[in-house]
């Protein structure tokens, strides 16, 4: 695996155009744009929420364990006129196939929205993470203008 930064999101806030979802690796945040159903589905999925019917990341998810695959990390691989790029791998191996890693183009919120719900982990490349602003205080002073803690 290429060098890459461990990331979690640590916050998701609201924006005129979407949602601004703050990722960190407990000394710097950076911050992705993402359409407000994919934030939704990113936050039910870490406040615990179980929705009446399967969302369409869980669809995806158990469409994958129907098939003995599983997602095992997510990296953000790029940014390209303030748009990231992302990839997600996959592990599949059942009864009539031997064991295969997959990696396939997907947008970050998608990744984020997967691995939040399975537990996988996901990164940054490392020579991306480099060249991102440090966000930190942007998001302490969203959180105290709100109120949010």
Known sequence: MAESVQVEPIALLPTEAGCAVFLGDGKKVIVIYIDPGVASSINAALTG???PRPLTHDL???TLNAFGAKVTRAMI???ENQIFHGRLFLEAENE???RKIIEIDARPSDCLALVVRCGAPCYVLKSLWDTLDDMSQNLLDLRNQTGDS
């Open 60 to 62: 995806f998810l158990m």
């Open 77 to 79: 691989v790029s940014c």
């Open 49 to 51: 929420e179980t929705p």
């Open 96 to 98: 009539i196939m031997e």
